[in-house]
């Protein structure tokens, strides 16, 4: 016993010898979080197979909620890089993945029949499971209302998801993401149907929310699919992806009002 705790001894000081003395008596008070966001995802298949994909495969995330239960798993430490934005961007800021932490919800995503796209309704107990998180991360990081994205914002011509079912309200009732008031919204409508804002405006107002989009004027593909995106988060009954007034009022009054 006495020869164990020597050598433990021995050990341990040996690892102390070989690493760099550091003084950490003083804190510099210029600093902040890594993390600035934070990514929401579905991940279009059950419970089983998304464990077995984010634990086994290139693709991983911080946490993944389950939906009944909603069990919250960590996967991934969070001062630790987890690889689920892919090729992304918001607000000027690319590759995401080093600068957020990601969050998977179990939901089969969409399916194309007969009657045009199902998307699965996502389960309640995992959206309250989610709100508890996200308080709790936004909390410790210090992160603002505008710091929750859906993969879709910042990956708009790749990915859907967590998609229009995704009740991005819900998280706005709870303080958690801005949300456009509905009278300025009615009363900017009303002005933008006399007269519906040009394509380069569109372009415009969603760079300045936060989109990677073209500024050429141009109703091109790409522009619809963010504008979609757009859509998907804050007027979910339509994301045709076309520039219209309820849309053009939806981003005016979020990018106009103070609490951005
Ligand atoms: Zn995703």
Redesign the pocket.
Known sequence: MRLLLLSLLLALLAGCASGPSINTQYQAQGQNSRVQYIIL?YTSTDLAHSLELLTRGEVSSHYLIAENPATVYRLVDEDRRAW?AGVSQWQGRTWLNGTSIGIELVNQGFYDGPKGRYWQPFAPAQIEALIVLLKDIMQRHELAPGSILA?SDVAPQR?V?PGPLFPWQRLAEEGLIPWPEAGAVARQQALFEAQLPDVAWFQQQLAEHGYEVPNHGQLDQATRNVIAAFQMKYRQANYDGEPDSETAALLWVLNNSASR
């Open positions: 995802h689920h993969h990915k998801d």
